[in-house]
């Protein structure tokens, strides 16, 4: 992940670094699956008007799990 930044940033000036804990991000999860649509009918089911998406989690939960 780390070289994946530095390539995003693309500037020799800047420093970039690990500083404390460090964990991989999870892989992507595919809104096209079919435990995703699930979870989609059901809330679509139970709230009128609303979007379904997916978010980031950027604390430090069990997510990472």
Do not use: C, H
């Amino acid at each position: 992940m780390l070289n994946r930044i530095k390539k995003i940033v693309d500037d020799p000036e800047i420093e970039i670094k690990k500083v404390g804990t460090y964990w991989e991000p999870s892989a992507l999860s595919d809104t096209d699956s079919e435990k995703y649509k699930l979870l989609q009918g059901i809330i679509d089911s139970s709230f009128e008007n609303v979007v379904v998406a997916p978010y980031l989690v950027v604390g430090s939960t069990d997510s990472r799990y």
